[in-house]
């Protein structure tokens, strides 16, 4: 049967239904993103400026403006499944540009916290919770950086939580108020075991 | 009874040139109007506008009230009441029922009024003792989901209108001459064209530019879409007859100053700028015998000082003494007194022809004219506020403007199309569309520029009839190809081998090294990012109000809409007027227009300014305020107050009072609601009947 290797499930995945049906369209979802970001993204006139701009765009298959056409047809459940979803270095080069005043990055920062909501999200952003949790930084420092600072005249730790450690306890006090170190430690186990 | 008598003696001292007063409107003292409602026989008629009005409300309910409603003697509706036969119900009406007054409930007074007020006037009624009720616009199209609400709103407004028709009075309007001359500002094509038109018509007219030459952008141009005729060659045979035109009085490098007056009878005062050259006429009236400019040109080849030509975009250097092309009209050369170093080299070498006047000053003319065109065009947007574009700091980088010059046989190149960094000519051009259009950041224009497509499409074709092998790239959001012959003519580039990218620019980098172009981009359809290396980009730019609009609009009181285009009267039904009466717009002045229609619009403001001018007099309408005399404490402070300069002070028996130029007063109501005695009636919105509104409103009818 296999010919080419791969080959027909490649074709099988090309042959697939590809129309947007009705039911995929969800309004509400239109209406809660634009709450959430506080931006006009059924304004978009599909001029493709954002992705332009975009760092991410040409290192990718990440399309700002795809998920902004998602948003004006209230296309959810593709948007919030896109693992592409979680690729926006949030610069906001296209929120600089564009021509419509539309903010793509606020967008895309709206529809991760819905997607979240569903417990959509990769586990490197959750590891970062945790980083944050235990250290009040997403990057701490190391020990490279640190011999780095020293040698250009710094002192080894930053005058963060990394000095003040003292601090600490304040920033894990919000993180639990919003339950996300919760929620982070329960997805990451789930898919780590 | 006092006020009356004085009221005649006001108009018999009218400004004897404002008017021919038919007859002074009565007016009844304010103690006698209660008396007057009692005696109103007032007639209520209700239309349905189709669905329009008696969709959203019971029409019935309206009617039955309507009957309750004091001085109310007669009340009906009809489907359609504008249609002939229900202008015949009203008509009837009026005789069958002795009606004093007409309420017609119905659409705007924008819309009908002039019906209904000649519907009211062949009943046998003076047509200003009619008064409409707004039910459709401010009514059922807006509550159209709420019946009860509307049958209810449209109750008030009946009874508010039966108000006021009860109290309205006989009024005259007032008939003012019309000078037989007309002034067009500008002389872009829309300009030229307007003042053909006029002059052809017989009518004298004054032709104000404000730059050296008539011609305007047009004259900038190389080439025209779609036809791709040459602009010059089609734009050159009219300025030649403009310039000779016997009815046509040309003044360049001229500006408005001043405007007063109104319709018929506006008095234009004329900045004749220092032009430090005589014409030859000028210098036969003043005895120079065989002198004046005639454009040899000796002046500008000794002239040791260089400016940038602004015609040329900048790209061309001129002198301080200079024409700006060689088809100018007038061929008349011209001093650019900030950098003239008054050298007098110009003086000696022109010699006896004594055209040059180094010590010249600004001169100021005035005329009078019935009607104005305003024609003062385009200037293009600052494209380099846009910095990701470039403009200004990237030398290949230019604006479709600069690629017109360049590409023309006339411009600085000699039509060699080169880019600026080194002279060569180019082999791969993108051309960003919508640049600065379309854009609602606030640093940019909303609005579409209209022809930037269209000649975006001639540039490309340009390129590739002129240099074979050049590929133009052009980014677009759309093509707007709306035009007779406009579709066809974007086939054709297509089919020539232009590649067309959907999507906008997002930013343009250049190597420092060779000077190209990268340009970033979405393939919207394509869904890809892209990264193009070029040797030129072409920046269709937008376009926004010529420099001076605003202060040259506001001299003949016309208003601008939000992105500063001159208001129209009415966007589809009266483009070409303006709500000052006697005051058109012909041309890009209005909103972006390409050459067919700006010669289109010219032709329209032409023919409607020379409508009153035809006639020979205006009707005005008679809103205009009254003062009383008997009140006015001669204080002045009105005076200052009107926007329109109709109040003065007189002296009269002994004594100050106010007077209105009638003919000036747009009833705006500013003096009448401002006086401190009363004593400013305003007439059709006079005190009482307005009071009797309100209180018809706030009083339910319960006087
Ligand atoms: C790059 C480019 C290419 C184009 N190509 C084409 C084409 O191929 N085909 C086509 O149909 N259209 C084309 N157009 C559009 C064309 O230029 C306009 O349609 C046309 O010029 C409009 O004419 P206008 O007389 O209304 O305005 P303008 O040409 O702007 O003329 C206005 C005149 O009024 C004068 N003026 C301004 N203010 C005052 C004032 N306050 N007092 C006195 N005078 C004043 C100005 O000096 C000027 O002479 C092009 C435009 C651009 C930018
Ligand atoms: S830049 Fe703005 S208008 Fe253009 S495609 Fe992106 S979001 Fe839409
Ligand atoms: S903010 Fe995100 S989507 Fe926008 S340009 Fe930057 S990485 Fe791309």
């Known amino acids: 049967m296999a010919r080419i290797k791969g080959y027909p499930e490649a074709l099988e995945a090309k042959l697939r239904d590809r129309y947007v049906y009705g039911e995929d369209t969800n309004g509400k979802f239109t209406e809660t993103v634009e709450k959430i970001s506080m931006s006009i993204p059924h304004m978009c006139y599909q001029c493709g400026t954002c992705t332009a701009s975009c760092p991410s765009a040409p290192r990718s298959s990440y399309r700002i403006r795809k998920f902004v056409r998602r948003v004006a047809l209230g296309l959810e459940t593709e948007a919030l499944t896109d693992p592409d979803l979680w690729l926006c270095t949030t610069c906001y080069s296209c929120t600089d540009r564009c021509p419509r005043d539309i903010a793509p990055t606020d967008v895309i920062m709206a529809m991760r916290n819905l997607a979240f909501k569903r417990d959509i999200i990769p586990v490197n952003f959750l590891k970062t919770v945790q980083a944050i949790y235990t250290t009040g930084h997403g990057v701490p420092n190391n020990d490279v950086n640190r011999a780095a600072r020293v040698k250009l005249g710094m002192d080894a730790d930053p005058p963060t939580t990394h000095t003040y450690k003292e601090f600490i306890p304040g920033i894990q006090k919000i993180l639990d108020y919003y339950k996300l170190k919760a929620n982070a430690d329960r997805i990451v186990k789930e898919r780590e075991g | 009874m006092a006020e009356r008598k004085t009221k005649k003696e006001t108009a018999s001292t009218k400004d004897t040139t404002a008017a021919v007063t038919k007859q002074a409107p009565a007016k009844a003292a304010i103690g006698e109007q209660p008396q007057k409602a009692k005696e109103a026989r007032v007639g209520v008629f209700i239309c349905h506008c189709g669905t329009n009005i008696a969709g959203s409300m019971d029409i019935n309910a309206v009617q039955d009230y309507a009957k309750t409603i004091p001085n109310v003697a007669y009340v009906d509706n009809y489907k359609y009441m504008c249609s002939m036969p229900g202008q015949a119900v009203i008509d009837k009406a009026i005789h069958e029922n002795k009606l004093t007054g007409v309420v017609v409930a119905a659409c705007s007074p924008r819309l009908h009024e002039p019906t209904f007020r000649t519907a009211t006037k062949e009943g046998g009624l003076n047509p200003f003792k009619f008064e409409m009720a707004n039910i459709r616009e401010q009514n059922s199209w807006v509550h159209m989901h709420d019946q009860e609400g509307a049958t209810d709103k449209a109750k008030d407004a009946v009874r508010i209108a039966v108000a006021k028709a009860s109290l309205l009075e006989d009024l005259f309007p007032k008939s003012v001459p019309v000078e037989k001359a007309a002034m067009v500002v500008g002389a872009g094509i829309a300009g030229m064209q307007a003042a053909l038109d006029l002059a052809n018509a017989g009518i004298k007219t004054y032709l104000i530019e404000k730059t050296p030459t008539i011609g305007g952008r047009m004259s900038q141009l190389d080439k025209t879409f779609p036809t791709l005729d040459c602009s010059q060659c089609i734009l050159t045979p009219k300025m030649v007859d403009v310039g000779r035109n016997e009815n046509i009085e040309l003044m360049t490098y001229s500006e408005v100053e001043s405007v007063e007056g109104y319709i018929g009878n506006f008095d234009v005062t004329i900045r004749k700028k220092a032009r430090g050259v005589l014409s030859v006429g000028e210098a036969e009236a003043m005895g120079i015998v065989g002198g004046g400019c005639n454009g040899c040109g000796d002046c500008e080849a000794v002239c040791p000082v260089v400016q940038p030509n602004t015609f040329e975009e900048g790209m061309k250097p001129r002198k301080a003494i200079y024409i700006q092309h060689p088809q100018v009209v007038p061929l008349l050369y011209t001093i650019d007194f900030e950098s003239c170093i008054k050298c007098e080299l110009c003086v000696k070498i022109c010699g006896e022809k004594k055209a040059i006047e180094l010590n010249k000053e600004d001169e100021f003319v005035k005329v009078k004219v019935g009607t104005a065109i305003l024609a003062t065009g385009y200037d293009i947007f600052p494209v380099e506020n846009k910095t990701e574009w470039g403009y200004k700091r990237y030398e290949n980088v230019i604006t479709s403007l600069e690629f017109e010059r360049l590409i023309c046989a006339s411009g600085p190149t000699g039509g060699h199309m080169v880019r600026p960094s080194d002279g060569v000519a180019p082999k791969r051009v993108a051309f960003l569309l919508c640049a600065g259009s379309r854009d609602n950041t606030g640093n940019g224009k909303p609005y579409c520029s209209r022809f930037c ?169 008679p809103y205009f305020a009254v003062c009383i005399e008997e009140k006015c404490a001669g204080c002045g402070m009105c005076v200052n107050l009107c926007p329109y300069t109709a109040l003065a002070l007189i002296e009269k028996d002994g004594r100050k009072v106010m007077q209105v130029t009638e003919a000036k007063c747009k009833g705006c109501g500013t003096c009448g609601g401002f006086c401190p005695g009363g004593a400013i009636w305003m007439n059709h919105f006079a005190t009482p009947q307005i009071i009797a509104q309100i209180d018809a409103f706030l009083l339910g009818g319960e006087q």
Request: proline share 6%; with cysteine.
């Open chain 2, 453 to 621: 497509c269209m000649y975006s499409l001639k540039h490309a074709h340009q390129l590739i009839e002129k240099m074979p092998g050049v590929q133009p790239y052009i980014f677009y959001m759309d093509i707007r190809s709306f035009g007779k012959m406009y579709e066809e003519f974007y086939y054709r580039i297509q089919d020539e081998g232009a590649k067309f990218i959907r999507g906008r620019v997002s930013n343009i980098l250049e190597d420092p090294g060779s000077k190209n172009l990268m340009v970033f981009a979405d393939d919207t359809l394509l869904d890809r990012p892209m990264k193009l290396e070029v040797d030129l980009v072409v920046l269709a730019a937008a376009i926004q109000p010529a420099a001076d609009t605003n202060r040259t609009r506001k001299l003949f009181g016309v208003s601008c809409s939000m992105d500063g285009w001159l208001l129209e009267a009415h966007p589809k039904l009266n483009p070409c007027g303006t709500t000052t009466a006697g005051v058109f717009l012909a041309g890009a002045c209005q909103a972006p227009k390409d050459i067919p229609d700006t010669v289109a619009s010219a032709e329209g403001a032409a023919s409607a300014a020379s409508i009153p001018i035809h006639v020979g007099h205006v009707e005005l309408e």
